[in-house]
């Protein structure tokens, strides 16, 4: 009885689910974590071998960008204000954040660390004007830094206040989606490895993901509002399976719901579309969902590192290995 209403539900889905995902471009030597969507036309993405990629018309055309003096670094995120404004982090040996104002023909170091062990894993804005950065623990507590003047200096938070670790607990930077703004001044961040957790404020909690390895865990988060959140993962080693690799909450972390039908493999990015749709992507493809989560529907086998709505627009694009974006539509 159990399999027939599972295939019930997963025939209703697919009724109910016209989307797909269209392949814009590939082909660039460069492998894309880092996605900013600024409205439907807007789009900015970031990758390995020091490269950017901007389009301007909806992502029909594309500029490549190689930053100068930067041509080995892996960029696993992008924060875009406009079609000009945009900030980039570099992960890691050193760790370096950069700004430009010019469409990306010049950039500014507005952040470097040369710390052993030091390693970015993703940004997040409230606004134009602040932000805030998260890295792996050093010497047991998690990195965090804030911006308050639109990302051209940075400040590490006193030593006391940045959130303690676990053992073998770290945050994966597959997307830039593991920390998440969750009201107009909070942030909410996720973990991977030995243990999954979700940070907000003061608490921690452990999360319904598999875990227990280096590889394991929670990927990213997407907010719909104060209490909805959504959070993927799993394995990347093991990028077919679907177990524990997806969870919701409707009351804050209080209580999480493990999907009927989960998403068809490992993820490594999720994003909140509209009311209870919300679309996640990982090595083997994209799913959706139309309930807040209980049933997700494969869209495309085609593998995608992260997927961002735009802030201001309705469209959502994807970015992954060898230059590859892609669009969702109908």
């Given at each position: 009885?159990?399999?027939?209403?599972?295939?019930?539900?997963?025939?209703?889905?697919?009724a109910?689910?016209?989307?797909?995902?269209?392949?814009?471009?590939?082909?660039?030597?460069?492998?894309?974590?880092?996605?900013?969507?600024?409205?439907?036309k807007?789009?900015?993405?970031?990758?390995?071998?020091?490269?950017?990629?901007?389009?301007?018309?909806?992502?029909?055309?594309?500029?490549?960008?190689?930053?100068?003096?930067f041509e080995?670094?892996?960029?696993r995120?992008?924060?875009?204000?406009?079609?000009?404004?945009?900030?980039?982090?570099?992960?890691?040996?050193?760790?370096?954040?950069?700004?430009?104002?010019?469409?990306?023909?010049?950039?500014?170091?507005?952040?470097?660390?040369?710390?052993?062990?030091?390693?970015?894993?993703?940004?997040?804005?409230?606004?134009?004007q602040?932000?805030?950065?998260?890295?792996?623990?050093?010497?047991?507590?998690?990195?965090?830094?804030?911006?308050?003047?639109?990302?051209?200096?940075w400040?590490?938070?006193?030593e006391?206040?940045?959130?303690?670790?676990?053992?073998?607990?770290?945050?994966?930077a597959?997307?830039?989606?593991?920390?998440?703004?969750?009201?107009?001044?909070?942030?909410?961040?996720i973990?991977?490895?030995?243990?999954?957790?979700?940070?907000?404020?003061?608490?921690?909690?452990?999360l319904?993901?598999i875990?227990?390895?280096?590889?394991?865990?929670?990927?990213?988060?997407?907010?719909?509002?104060?209490?909805?959140?959504?959070?993927?993962?799993?394995?990347?080693?093991?990028?077919?399976?679907?177990?524990?690799?997806?969870?919701?909450?409707?009351?804050?972390?209080?209580?999480?719901?493990?999907?009927?039908?989960?998403?068809?493999?490992?993820?490594?990015?999720?994003?909140?579309?509209k009311?209870?749709?919300?679309?996640?992507?990982?090595l083997?493809?994209?799913?959706?969902?139309?309930?807040?989560?209980?049933?997700?529907?494969?869209?495309?086998?085609?593998?995608?590192?992260?997927?961002?709505?735009?802030?201001?627009?309705?469209?959502?694009?994807?970015?992954?290995?060898?230059?590859?974006?892609?669009?969702?539509?109908?």
């Open positions: 009885m159990k399999k027939w209403m599972a295939l019930f539900a997963t025939l209703l889905c697919l109910g689910t016209a989307q797909t995902v269209k392949l814009l471009t590939s082909g660039t030597k460069t492998g894309m974590r880092g996605l900013s969507v600024v409205d439907d807007t789009i900015w993405a970031s990758g390995t071998n020091g490269m950017v990629g901007r389009s301007l018309d909806s992502g029909k055309t594309w500029k490549w960008i190689t930053v100068k003096g080995k670094m892996d960029f995120d992008i924060e875009a204000f406009n079609e000009t404004t945009a900030i980039i982090m570099g992960i890691d040996a050193p760790a370096y954040i950069l700004r430009t104002n010019d469409g990306g023909e010049n950039w500014q170091v507005v952040f470097k660390d040369t710390t052993k062990g030091m390693f970015l894993d993703a940004m997040e804005f409230w606004n134009e602040s932000g805030i950065v998260i890295g792996d623990p050093l010497k047991g507590r998690f990195y965090v830094a804030r911006t308050f003047d639109s990302g051209n200096t400040q590490g938070i006193p006391q206040n940045k959130p303690v670790a676990d053992s073998g607990e770290a945050c994966f597959a997307s830039g989606t593991n920390i998440r703004k969750l009201n107009n001044a909070e942030a909410i961040f973990t991977g490895g030995l243990t999954s957790n979700v940070f907000m404020r003061n608490k921690k909690i452990n319904p993901l875990q227990g390895t280096e590889t394991t865990g929670a990927n990213s988060i997407a907010v719909k509002n104060k209490k909805i959140w959504m959070v993927v993962g799993g394995n990347f080693n093991t990028k077919d399976s679907s177990t524990k690799n997806a969870a919701i909450t409707f009351n804050g972390g209080k209580k999480w719901i493990s999907p009927t039908l989960p998403p068809t493999g490992y993820r490594s990015c999720v994003e909140y579309i009311k209870k749709e919300w679309i996640t992507c990982g083997n493809g994209v799913d959706i969902t139309k309930d807040d989560g209980i049933t997700f529907t494969n869209i495309s086998k085609e593998g995608f590192h992260v997927v961002r709505k735009a802030k201001k627009g309705t469209s959502v694009f994807f970015a992954g290995w060898n230059g590859r974006i892609g669009k969702l539509v109908e």
